[in-house]
């Protein structure tokens, strides 16, 4: 409890630093997802990542806390030059042990770029996300999923959940909601539920967002995060722009970006978290 409090905090100084502009809302809860996925078919790129969900009254902001961190550290040439350190020692180690997970977890840098805005506009779903040096945000619709609930019940950090599944752009997911927390948000772009979503995965467990953490704060900015590129985000279609991130990962994007050789890897990339882009 005591890294997630510290991640909390840091959190919380470095938006404050630039919450001036563009806040969307305040946020009244926090919670934090560990959020995995299974890239590939050897069962060996098992990434993770770190998920905040800003609630606010009217928008709740979804991003990765590790992407923030990233981020944020290459803002100062020396945070720059600390990375890059910490990169490069890592790409050696990983000569010595091969341990692919191992290497992709033992520096910092970015996880997901994808950042998603619920009920930002009111009604709609605004996210933002990334293809290598392209910037890109689409619109997408608010509590897509058409929810089943069962009887089943679990308990998820301390609450009691009830099951609900449903289909979602190709893939079965499985969420675990608690009615104690009367908030119908959740991880990703999941939601619409009578309670706060604690757990979600997918049949075959190849995406999985577990609550980690969850906290009152006071009025915590929630900022909108503009665009490193001087003309900003670019306006895509989603489906058309999932296809085009689907071809640069099966042809190497991925692979090339992480600093290995084809020889060092050579993977059956799974898919990607929605796969209605076919």
Known sequence: MKTIRYILL???????A??????????????MYRATELKDTL????????????IGPQVSKCFSYYTFQNDSLRQTPEGNHQA???????????????????????????????I??????????????????DQVTYRDTLNAQQWTMTDSTREVLGYTCQQATADFRGRRWTAWFATDIPI??????????PGMILEAYDKGHQYTFTAVGLERVAEEPIVFTPSGEKNGYRTVDRRAFLKAKMFDLTHGGALGASGLKSTDYEPVYMD???RDYR
């Open 10 to 16: 840091f959190m919380a100084l470095a938006v404050h």
């Open 18 to 31: 630039s919450a001036q502009k563009d806040v969307l809302d305040r946020a009244s809860m926090k919670c």
């Open 43 to 54: 069962d060996v790129a098992f990434y993770e990542d770190l998920l905040i969900l800003q």
């Open 84 to 114: 890059s350190e910490l990169f490069n020692r890592a790409l050696a180690d990983f000569h010595k042990h091969r341990d692919r997970n191992r290497f992709l977890n033992s520096f910092p840098r970015n996880r997901t770029v994808t």
């Open 116 to 133: 998603v805005y619920k009920n930002h506009p009111a009604g709609a779903i605004t996210v933002t996300d990334g293809l290598r040096e």
């Open 184 to 193: 119908s948000d959740g991880p990703w772009k999941l939601g619409g539920l």
């Open 272 to 274: 990607l978290i929605e």
